[in-house]
């Protein structure tokens, strides 16, 4: 191809630059972000001319820009799978990711182009739709090795790492067709606003500036706050007893939710309280008013009349199904309403040949096509797997084609939508959590009513089929995304996926070990009593539920078609019933602090207005990015220190029972710390703090007894009794006085617990900080020189034209690498 004289086109260059230049110094005399406008130019511009002829010799897929982006992955994907375990939502890292990288390598090491900070990005991401794929499903398969008592159901760390594997490379390889349809042909239709978002940070530039400063404050105000809180300064819950409606107040006083409320905002967090609302003041009470005469258990339940349930009791019993059949419906809501997007996808499934360009250049489809069936095989030749002399499930399980053929047909199908959805609703709001659903239920019938495995087996194999599938859809949202930046800032898509397919291989080792650990020092489950400080992991126990219920017909359909009501109901009314489900279906202490975040965001952004609005390098979200980040990374941080005491001192952990054995307690977990939340409920051990033991038997704080403030140290559960036995913790005092009401039909209660309080304190100087942060202006970087020369390469505005190359409009030289 014939080239223009250096001599013309520098001309051509310059004369450019001053009026794009010039054009923006008249922007800020109006008082108009140049950011702003930048951006927007480089959404309209978008490489129509599908070239970057400036960034040719760039650096984009270098050693250090994977090295970087794999530790990144890593420590957020990590981070979010602690904090999606606990609360049930991840936190996308790619903008976050796109400012360490900045701040890291142009600001440190005064290196770095965008592209390079593009591809950490893009390889940092990874851990966190990884992650959320995981923790959606994985667990089930333990929870369901310790309700059945079969280790063998229980899943190794080789079998968590090849999920994660062929699960997250099937969604890498199945996005890479459509590409060329849905990020270059539809690029004015689906704006993608997170992969927007991110090529807008990073053109802004900001060379470890104030967008990385405010990142790292907010991961270390997030950590120091869980550090301190997991030594035991405060309890990690606010709650308070209403008596009147046999109900209680909940508050989880966690860094995280505070973040994740502000960066969803208040309608969507309005919607998940106004279902927790329903159901701890409206259908607990109701449960506990009909239920106060009954003499023998209501199913679900089979130890324990209503009346002598906490309202956590009537939570987990009864009111988590009826939440559960709300999600079921609302994600079939998501899934129908996406049909015509499905539609779309399916019909324009590979957007036409490629121009040849760097551009446009993608993994070739034979290598494409060599990997998938790579990975098909892979499933079919897994070896068996044998942990302890334990038998696994893995060998027979996936010598079935049927098996095989779900995922694939699953995993291609939802991947097309979901590669579509998020460029319209963003990948926040992709509903992975629906399509899992109608993923799990689809292959439990065909697996059920077209197989002859084992119940056992079938179980494991639904579980197995639904967790590939979602990671699947997880990182094809995900893949979509960050090829958007990709577009928008000139990078080379094959090098691109490349990346995402190093990051799944990465992420996916460092997942499966946190996955085991976070098992053994919490549990997944406290269905019978072996867990007492088990995390929540909401959607991985819904998914046990509902194979179980399909498979073994043990489900309480009457609490499931009262929550599908509920949903019906709210959508009817023109309201997304999806969040709205989430909030039924969780704790009411997960949605409050939801909602503080989110008013937090209403009252600062609601009324600012300015033409930087949607900045994605706000100082609020980045701050509350880093919150949610900073928790989780301490958290696993707390989980590293306890499997080095556990190792150091041979401590006996929670391990998976067999048959008709107790489960093994670790000796860790004190029971006692969270004595009033279980008060009512038997428990298999409790810690006697007088003996300095574990005695087996029931807690023993009765429920007519408030709780009282606790005058040692207690030190976090992963640590107890080490800290105080082998380290000599003093004892301190602490806690105010509580006055008991003299008489009236509450006498002898306690008005307050100073204790159930007092992480107000903490958490709320922590709100106050997010705000004043929030409240800081956004300033107007000054547009990087990438950006600028980026601007030089728009296409003229009339695009069927097409100049000579001799002509001065004509644009630059295309070299073809």
């Keep these: 191809m014939r080239r223009v004289g250096v001599g013309r086109r520098k001309h051509r260059t310059w004369a450019a630059a001053i009026q794009f230049f010039s054009a923006d110094c008249e922007r800020i005399g109006r008082g108009v972000s140049p950011f702003a406008a930048a951006a927007a130019r480089g959404v309209r511009a978008a490489h129509d001319a599908h070239e970057v002829g400036y960034m040719q010799n760039q650096r984009e897929l270098t050693l250090l820009a994977v090295v970087l982006g794999v530790l990144i992955g890593v420590l957020f994907g990590a981070a979010n799978a602690y904090i999606g375990l606990k609360v049930g939502m991840t936190v996308s890292a790619s903008i976050p990711a796109a400012v360490i990288s900045m701040a890291v390598l142009r600001g440190l090491l005064k290196r770095g182009t965008i592209l390079e900070n593009n591809m950490v990005q893009t390889i940092g991401s990874v851990g966190e739709s990884l992650a959320a ?31 994660g594997a062929i699960g997250g490379l099937l969604g890498v390889l199945f996005m890479i067709p459509l590409r060329r349809m849905l990020i270059v042909k539809e690029h004015g239709k689906l704006p993608y606003p997170e992969g927007t978002a991110c090529a807008e940070v990073l053109e802004a530039g900001q060379i470890g500036g104030v967008s990385a400063k405010t990142v790292f404050m907010g991961l270390g105000v997030g950590a120091a706050y869980e550090f301190f809180r997991g030594l035991g300064f405060w309890a990690e819950t606010v709650r308070q007893r209403l008596p009147l409606i046999k109900s209680e107040f909940q508050l989880s006083a966690e860094p995280a939710l505070l973040g994740v409320g502000y960066i969803l905002g208040i309608r969507v967090a309005g919607y998940m309280l106004a279902g927790a609302v329903l159901g701890w003041f409206v259908i607990i009470p109701a449960i506990a008013f009909f239920g106060a005469g009954a003499t023998t258990p209501l199913f679900p339940e089979l130890k324990h009349v209503i009346a002598d349930m906490s309202p956590g009791d009537m939570w987990n019993r009864y009111l988590r199904y009826i939440g559960a059949g709300a999600v079921v419906l609302g994600g079939i809501v998501s899934l129908l309403k996406s049909f015509g997007v499905i539609g779309g996808s399916l019909f324009h499934m590979f957007g036409g040949k490629s121009t040849g360009q ?10 494409l096509l060599l990997m998938i069936a790579g990975l098909a095989a892979a499933m079919w030749y897994l070896p068996t797997v044998s942990f302890d002399g334990v038998p696994q499930l893995m060998d027979p399980l996936f010598r079935n084609a049927t098996v095989i053929a779900c995922v694939l047909v699953f995993g291609f199908f939802f991947t097309t939508v979901s590669s579509r959805l998020v460029g319209i609703v963003g990948g926040s709001s992709n509903p992975a959590s629906g399509m899992t659903i109608a993923t799990l239920l689809g292959t439990a019938l065909i697996i059920v009513y077209s197989t002859e495995l084992d119940p056992t087996v079938a179980k494991v194999a639904i579980i197995s089929v639904g967790a590939m599938v979602c990671m699947c859809i997880c990182m094809a949202g995900d893949t979509a995304q960050d090829l958007k930046p990709g577009l928008l800032v000139g990078e ?24 085991l650990q976070i098992n053994s020092r919490y549990g997944y489950s406290n269905e019978f009593g072996d867990h007492p400080n088990a995390v929540l992991a909401p959607q991985a126990n819904l998914m046990k539920l509902l194979v179980q219920g399909v498979v073994d017909a043990q489900l309480p359909w009457e609490l499931i078609l009262i929550g599908m009501a509920a949903a019906l109901i709210v959508e009817l009314l023109g309201l997304p019933s999806l969040p709205f489900a989430v909030g039924l279906y969780l704790p009411l202490g997960l949605s409050t602090p939801i909602m503080v975040g989110g008013v937090i965001h209403w009252l600062i952004e609601g ?23 900073g928790q989780g990374l301490v958290g696993v941080a707390f989980i590293g220190v306890a499997v080095f005491i556990g190792w150091v001192w041979n401590e006996p952990r929670f391990v998976v029972p067999k048959y008709n054995e107790t489960a093994k307690v670790w000796a860790a977990f004190d029971a006692s710390k969270d004595t009033w939340a279980y008060q009512d409920a038997e428990r298999s051990f409790y810690w006697d ?26 030190v976090a559960k992963h640590f107890y009794p080490w800290l105080t036995t082998k380290f000599d913790f003093l004892e301190m005092e602490y806690g105010l006085r509580q006055h008991a009401l003299e008489r009236g039909a509450f006498k002898g209660a306690y008005l307050i617990d100073w204790w159930n309080w007092l992480p107000l304190v903490p958490w709320g100087a922590m709100a106050i900080w997010l705000a004043l942060i929030a409240r800081r202006p956004t300033p ?6 990438d950006a600028i020369r980026q601007r030089l390469h728009e296409p003229p505005s009339t695009p069927s034209s097409t100049p000579s190359p001799g002509s001065s409009d004509a644009p630059p030289p295309v070299s073809i690498e």
């Design 358 to 367: 760097r551009t446009d250049r993608d993994i070739p489809t034979i290598l």
């Design 607 to 629: 009324r600012r207005k300015s033409a930087d609005e949607h900045a994605a390098h706000k100082p609020g979200l980045l701050a509350a990015s880093g919150l949610v980040a």
């Design 780 to 785: 107007p970087p000054e547009p990087p020189r």
């Design 133 to 163: 794929g995981m923790i959606f499903t994985i667990p089930a398969l333990f929870v369901f090795a310790y309700s059945e008592k079969n280790p063998a159901m229980a899943p190794t760390f080789w079998e968590i790492a090849v999920y």
């Design 689 to 714: 703090a007088a003996a300095g033991e574990w005695r087996e038997g029931s807690a023993p704080v009765p429920a007519s007894q408030p709780t009282q403030p606790r005058g040692e140290l207690v």
């Design 492 to 515: 080379t898509p094959w090098k691109q996926q490349v990346g995402q397919l190093i990051g799944v291989l990465t992420a996916t080792a460092a997942l499966a070990w946190v996955l």
